[in-house]
C-alpha cells in the first residue's frame, strides 16, 4: 500500500483557480490508478476524476468534466487536481486515493489507500 498526503487546499474567491497535489510513499507508484473523491458537510464521499497508473487515461464526473483536470509525473509520485472556475459548491474536503488493478475507480471500494485529505472553501 501506498501513504499518501495531500497539500495546496485552501481559502479562495469564487472562480478562482487551485492546484491540490498528492504525494504518494511506498513503492511502485507508476502500478496504481490514482483517485480524487471530496467530502462536503453532511454529505456522502463522492468520486471527482481518476488517472491510469501510466497517465494516458482521465476519467471525470460529469459535474466537473472541463473545470478540474488530474495529472500524475510518477518520477515524483505526485498526482495533481486542478481547478478552475471555482464555485462555493465546491466547498469540501478534497482527498485522493490509490488504486492497484481495479478498473472500477468511480468505487470509493476500489481503493486501498486514502489520504488524509485538505479543506477547500470558495466563498461567493
Known amino acids: 500500500q501506498l501513504s499518501l498526503v495531500e497539500s495546496g487546499g485552501g481559502l479562495v474567491q469564487a472562480g478562482d483557480s487551485l492546484r491540490l497535489s498528492c504525494t504518494a510513499s511506498?513503492?511502485?507508484?507508476?502500478?496504481?490508478?490514482m483517485g480524487w473523491f471530496r467530502q462536503a458537510p453532511g454529505m456522502n464521499r463522492e468520486y471527482l476524476a481518476s488517472i491510469s497508473a501510466t497517465g494516458l487515461d482521465t476519467w471525470y464526473k460529469d459535474y466537473v468534466k472541463g473545470r478540474f483536470t488530474v495529472s500524475r509525473v510518477n518520477a515524483k509520485n505526485t498526482v495533481y487536481l486542478q481547478m478552475d472556475s471555482l464555485k462555493p459548491e465546491d466547498t469540501a474536503i478534497y482527498y485522493c486515493?490509490?488504486?492497484?488493478?481495479?478498473?472500477?475507480?468511480?468505487?470509493?471500494?476500489?481503493?486501498?489507500?486514502w489520504g488524509q485529505g485538505t479543506q477547500v472553501t470558495v466563498s461567493s
Open positions: 486515493a490509490a488504486s492497484y488493478g481495479s478498473s472500477h475507480l468511480k468505487l470509493s471500494s476500489s481503493y486501498d489507500s
Open positions: 511506498g513503492r511502485r507508484f507508476d502500478h496504481y490508478s
